[in-house]
């Protein structure tokens, strides 16, 4: 296993060098080819969808010479790790547990939104009493808002059902969770503006190729600059958050 290890590092640090040298050479960009509309193999086999655009564009703008491979989602991280390819861009939420063992870019879309769901539509945000699953960004986000109660509960459905008890005016939660729950139930409907927090989806690079990860920033930048990149999210991903 130390081995193992010490060749994984190996491979990681020579990988770091030639992109230090500047030595030209193809970039590849791994994905998993199997998570649409972000990506996916089309008729011909090959990469398509919003992350295969993004990811063109990214390329043409760092000047830089790019090609796709596919992996598995599971070992995704670690065949980027040990030089199998140079960079994620496969739908990965930039998360402080993944920032552990590589970097991220900047985010080239937004985080999912979260929601709020009450049985009154009238209810005032600002000064309810609002459930959250415990240890969220949800739950930190109601601690911040200034004249609300927070009240925390181990599962995300016990923050349902405090609404809908009465222990809470309202619960925030994921939208991609709380959606469905309150178009199956009549007593609850979502109410207020959606939030975005976390931080979105982003390139994962190799800590070692700090001047990768630099230039696909700039270019992520660009993209953001002149209206791209939001072109591309209302084509591919429409009802998401813009930048």
Excluded at 77 to 98: F, H, K, Q, W
Aim: aromatic share 6%.
């Amino acid at each position: 296993m130390k081995k193992l290890i010490l060749a994984t590092s190996a491979l990681a640090l020579t990988a770091g060098m030639a992109m230090a040298d500047g030595h030209a050479k193809t970039i590849r960009l791994g994905t998993e080819g199997a998570f649409p509309p972000y990506n996916f193999l089309d008729d011909k086999g090959e990469v398509a969808g919003f992350e295969r655009e993004v990811g063109d564009e990214l390329c043409v703008r760092a000047e830089l010479t790019c090609e796709w491979v596919t992996n598995e989602w599971d070992s995704i991280i670690p065949n980027l790790v040990s030089g199998n390819y140079d960079v994620i861009i496969a739908g990965m939420s930039i998360t402080e547990e993944r920032d552990e063992v590589i970097d991220f870019s900047d985010p080239y879309t937004q985080p999912d939104p979260s929601s709020f769901v009450s049985t009154s539509a009238d209810v005032d945000l600002s000064t309810a009493i609002i459930a959250a699953q415990t240890g969220t960004i949800q739950a930190s986000h109601v601690a911040s808002m200034a004249g609300a109660t927070l009240v925390e509960f181990a599962t995300p459905e016990e923050t349902v059902a405090a609404v809908k008890n009465g222990e809470a005016d309202a619960v925030l939660a994921d939208k991609a969770f709380l959606l469905p729950v309150s178009e199956a139930d009549a007593d609850l409907s979502l109410v207020g503006d959606d939030i975005l927090l976390g931080g979105g989806i982003g390139l994962g690079i190799r800590e070692s190729d700090g001047d990768l990860r630099e230039k696909f920033n700039a270019a992520i930048q660009s993209m953001k600059d002149d209206g791209t990149l939001n072109a591309l999210i209302e084509k591919h991903l429409p009802g998401a958050a813009a930048f």
